[in-house]
């Protein structure tokens, strides 16, 4: 499984940008998908999760502010991010929860880099 973020960039203070993740491989039994991220110095957080039937759930740091969502047909996951504020300002990681016969792997992208100037 091979999972290739796309969408970083740098943008002022309340801009937007929106995040996609291309999945490839095997990943006929994905589960959970989501985003993490990691700020310089500090330990990678989870910014937004969605399940196979479409539940989300968000970090309050983002909530109202970030929308995940996710195509199955096409293999992919986006994340929607408006009113960017400099704390958010981290790297990006896509992940994918996907069963296999031995139980659940976690697959990792990556990363993007999102920088929000103030």
């Known amino acids: 499984v091979q999972l290739v973020e796309s969408g970083g960039g740098l943008v002022q203070a309340g801009g937007s940008l929106r995040l996609s993740c291309a999945a490839s491989g095997d990943t006929f039994s994905t589960n959970a998908m989501g985003w993490y991220r990691q700020a310089p110095g500090k330990q990678r957080e989870l910014v937004a999760t969605i399940t196979s039937a479409g539940s989300t759930n968000y970090a309050d740091s983002v909530k109202g502010r970030f929308t995940i969502s996710r195509d199955n047909a096409k293999r992919t996951l986006y994340l929607q991010m408006k009113s960017l504020k400099p704390e958010d300002t981290a790297v990006y990681y896509c992940?994918?929860?996907?069963?296999?016969?031995?139980?659940?792997?976690?697959?990792w992208g990556q990363g993007t880099q999102v920088t929000v100037s103030s």
């Open positions: 992940n994918a929860e996907i069963t296999r016969n031995w139980g659940p792997v976690h697959y």
